[in-house]
C-alpha cells in the first residue's frame, strides 16, 4: 500500500511537471498554458481586492466619458449592428458542422463533444451509415445555443474536425426557445453550405440517408 502510494505521488508529481499537449490536434491552436493555483490571502477570499478592481473600471470608465462630455467631445459609441468592432481571432461564433463532399456532415456520431460538453448542449442520435465511408452517422444533432457556454471543449473533443467554432457569427436573435435548437441543417447552413430556402430549420434526421439525395434537405421533420 505504502509503495503503491508513493509510486502514484511520484507519477503525479511526474505528469504536472510535464508540459502539456493537446492530445486533438486542431487547427490554428497552440499549446495550452498550464498556471499553478495559488494561495488566496483573506482580502482575496472575501472578494475585496477583485470587487475592487471592478470598481475602479467602472468608475475609470465613468469619468473618461464624463470628460468628454464636458469638453464637448462626442461618446465613443459604436451603432450595432450597423457598425461593428473587429473581434479578436479568439472569439468562438455559432457552431457549424463541416460538410463532406457530398453536403452531409463530417460528424460519425462518437459522441465525444457531447460528453465534453460542460453545459449539457448536445443532442445527438445514432444510426448506421449504409455507404460504407463510416460506421455511423447523426440521425439527430442539436445544439441548443441557449444553453452553450461558448467553452469550444466540443472542438477540441471531436477527432474528426466535423464542428467548428469559427463562423464568426452570433446566434440568431428569436422570440421562442425552439428557434435556439440548431439542428443537423441548420448547422450546415451556417456559412452557406446549405443555402436552399426550401431546407427546414426543423429537418434533424437522416431518416435513410443516402448520400446525395438525403430527405432531410427536402423531406418533413
Not at 505521488?9 to 493537446?22: N, T
Not at 490536434?25 to 477583485?50: C, H, I, M, S, W
Not at 441543417?185 to 443516402?210: F, I, K, N, Q
Amino acid at each position: 500500500m505504502g509503495s503503491h502510494g508513493s509510486h502514484h505521488g511520484a507519477h503525479g508529481a511526474a505528469a504536472s511537471s510535464s508540459h502539456y499537449v493537446s492530445p486533438i490536434p486542431v487547427k490554428g491552436a497552440k499549446d495550452v498554458k498550464v498556471v499553478e493555483a495559488q494561495d488566496l490571502n483573506f482580502l482575496e477570499r472575501a472578494y475585496v481586492t477583485e470587487v475592487s478592481k471592478g470598481v475602479g473600471v467602472t468608475f475609470a470608465h465613468f469619468f473618461r466619458t464624463l470628460g468628454r462630455l464636458l469638453r464637448g467631445q462626442p461618446i465613443e459609441t459604436v451603432e450595432y449592428p450597423e457598425q461593428r468592432v473587429k473581434y479578436s481571432s479568439r472569439f468562438r461564433g455559432i457552431h457549424r458542422l463541416v460538410p463532406r463532399d457530398d453536403g452531409t456532415a463530417r460528424c460519425v456520431a462518437c459522441y465525444m463533444c457531447a460528453t465534453a460538453c460542460p453545459a449539457h448542449c448536445i443532442h445527438i442520435v445514432a444510426e448506421p451509415r449504409n455507404d460504407g465511408t463510416t460506421e455511423k452517422q447523426p440521425k439527430v444533432f442539436e445544439v441548443d445555443e441557449m444553453r452553450c457556454v461558448d467553452c469550444g471543449l466540443c472542438v477540441e473533443a471531436c477527432p474528426c474536425d466535423a464542428i467548428r467554432m469559427d463562423s464568426n457569427q452570433h446566434p440568431t436573435p428569436s422570440t421562442t426557445r425552439e428557434d435556439q435548437l440548431l439542428g443537423r441543417w441548420d448547422l450546415l447552413r451556417v456559412l452557406g453550405a446549405h443555402s436552399d430556402g426550401e431546407v427546414p430549420r426543423s429537418a434533424r434526421t437522416m431518416e435513410g440517408h443516402v448520400p446525395g439525395e438525403d430527405p432531410g434537405a427536402k423531406g418533413g421533420h
